[in-house]
């Protein structure tokens, strides 16, 4: 089936500092791709919709600033939460859509941040 | 009111017992409806699709209900490996909404 990669899987850094993840869609291509985070016990809550060769969609509540995407290429999209903060630490999941069927999304194995 | 509820759990039942997850959904305009199940620290994966006429896969059945706006998913002969997060899924406006899940702890 469809595979999708994050890297990195897991990241603990300084509060302060800027962390990049990437989202690869492996053996597909995806003009679509979403980024969700998951607190403990709750549900994922999207983020944001990133569409190759234009700005993001973000959510409401969700600060386009702070959680900045790019989308250059049909099979990459990055997420970087910019001067992360304790609170930001989080579980992200990406997922793509294949751009030949209109529903069907896959998953990423997600990136566990923790912000000291 | 969130847009997907479901009861959290969680439901510990032994091997060999049927299970039954409930889902309401408040956006009457939902268009698909799906359930994921999660395992512990990893990503959502696609168990099976939800349609209005009720559809088996196995030991796992989903029916839709859009006059109640009610999802349910009903899991016969439970295996220890059925542990997991059950996640009730709708897409609206071309989003996927998640549920916060159910736990199931299935024991020998």
């Known amino acids: 089936g469809a595979v999708v990669s994050q890297h990195p899987s897991r990241v603990i850094c300084k509060s302060g500092t800027s962390v990049k993840i990437e989202c690869r869609s492996l053996?597909?291509?995806?003009?679509?791709m979403f980024w969700y985070r998951q607190f403990p016990k709750q549900s994922l809550m999207l983020m944001a919709t990133?569409?190759?060769?234009?700005?993001?969609?973000?959510e409401q509540g969700v600060e386009k600033d702070k959680f900045l995407i790019n989308h250059a290429s049909l099979t990459l999209s990055t997420l970087t939460v910019t001067s992360a903060h304790p609170e930001d630490s989080s579980f992200y999941i990406c997922?793509?859509?294949?751009?030949?069927?209109?529903?069907?999304?896959?998953f990423g194995p997600g990136t566990r941040l923790l912000v000291l | 009111r969130k847009e997907v509820e479901q009861d959290p759990g969680p439901f510990n039942v032994p091997e060999g017992a049927t299970v039954a997850f409930n889902c309401t959904y408040s956006?009457?305009?939902?268009?698909?409806f799906f359930w994921y199940r999660q395992d512990c620290r990893k990503e959502p994966k696609l168990l099976m699709s939800?349609?209005?006429s009720g559809n088996e896969d196995g030991r796992f059945t989903a029916q839709l209900n859009r006059a109640s706006q009610y999802i349910s998913l009903l899991i016969r002969d439970s295996k220890l490996s059925d542990s997991a997060t059950y996640l009730c899924?709708?897409?609206?406006?071309?989003?996927?909404?998640f549920g916060t899940g159910t736990r199931l702890q299935v024991f020998p």
């Open positions: 053996d597909f291509q995806a003009t679509t």
């Open positions: 899924v709708v897409r609206s406006a071309d989003k996927l909404i």
């Open positions: 956006n009457s305009a939902s268009q698909s």
């Open positions: 990133s569409n190759e060769g234009s700005k993001a969609t973000y």
């Open positions: 997922s793509a859509r294949d751009s030949r069927g209109r529903e069907t999304q896959y």
């Open positions: 939800v349609y209005s």
